[in-house]
């Protein structure tokens, strides 16, 4: 248990169809993020919110929305996908800004949301 | 771009240490060095950090250069549990929140 738990942990969805995955983190962080794991890629950012606030958004297709409305949830909505799509969606937590120098501000993930876009 | 290099796989007997390099010649002075790894189906669980000085606990040890511009983290005992992949990055908590995996290294543990 990490202190960062994403809801559902498999979908599958078809490319008309529109979803959210959830993300919550309990360890009063002040970042999350979204990451994206394809098959056999390393981890994509997508996107990274501080203090409820996008600071981070790495050119990712607009048929994905995050939703940031505290510093305990993110949400990543899903709409009109295509099967290339398809992966692990990674959502993580940290404290940053502030060094803390016990932790190095170490980033904690959730165990991530498989999607299948059929 | 990540800001580490690490070699794609690695091979290890049971039992044994192991020690995974990491290149990271362009770190600069509020960069802290993190360790992850990733277990099947599973996300990244944090390993080890440090910034200058070696480091230990009880998953691993973490060995700095001295210039600061590779490191190693260091299994002390592999067990099959441990094959994993296994990402170095580089985390600057003062600038912003941007954090960069690489491909990492594939950890393979032969019984």
């Known amino acids: 248990e990490t202190g960062v738990t994403q809801t559902p942990r498999h979908l599958v969805m078809g490319m008309t169809n529109k979803k959210s995955l959830k993300c919550e983190q309990h360890?009063?962080?002040?970042?999350m993020y979204w990451y994206k794991q394809s098959a056999k890629k390393p981890l994509e950012l997508m996107f990274v919110?501080?203090?409820?606030?996008?600071?981070e958004n790495n050119s990712v297709p607009s048929r994905f929305s995050p939703e940031c409305p505290n510093s305990s949830h993110l949400f990543l909505h899903l709409h009109t996908l295509q099967p290339e799509d398809s992966a692990l969606y990674l959502c993580a937590s940290s404290q940053d800004g502030v060094l803390d120098r016990s932790s190095g501000n170490t980033i904690y993930f959730g165990e991530g949301s498989w999607l299948t876009v059929v | 771009d990540a800001k580490t290099t690490q070699p794609n796989s690695m091979e290890s007997n049971e039992e044994e240490p192991v020690h995974l390099p990491c290149n990271h010649s362009?770190?600069?002075?509020?960069?802290?060095i993190h360790w992850y790894r990733q277990l099947p189906s599973q996300g990244p669980e944090y390993v080890i950090h440090?910034?200058?000085s070696n480091v230990n606990n009880r998953m691993a040890s973490l060995a700095i250069a001295e210039d600061r511009k590779s490191s190693t983290l260091i299994l002390h005992r592999a067990t099959l549990r441990d094959a994993a992949v296994y990402y170095c990055?580089?985390?600057?908590?003062?600038?912003?929140?941007?954090?960069?995996f690489g491909a990492g290294t594939r950890l393979f543990v032969k019984a």
């Open positions: 440090g910034l200058t």
């Open positions: 990055i580089l985390r600057d908590v003062t600038g912003g929140f941007k954090t960069i």
């Open positions: 360890l009063g962080h002040n970042a």
């Open positions: 362009t770190i600069s002075g509020t960069d802290y």
């Open positions: 919110y501080s203090l409820e606030e996008r600071v």
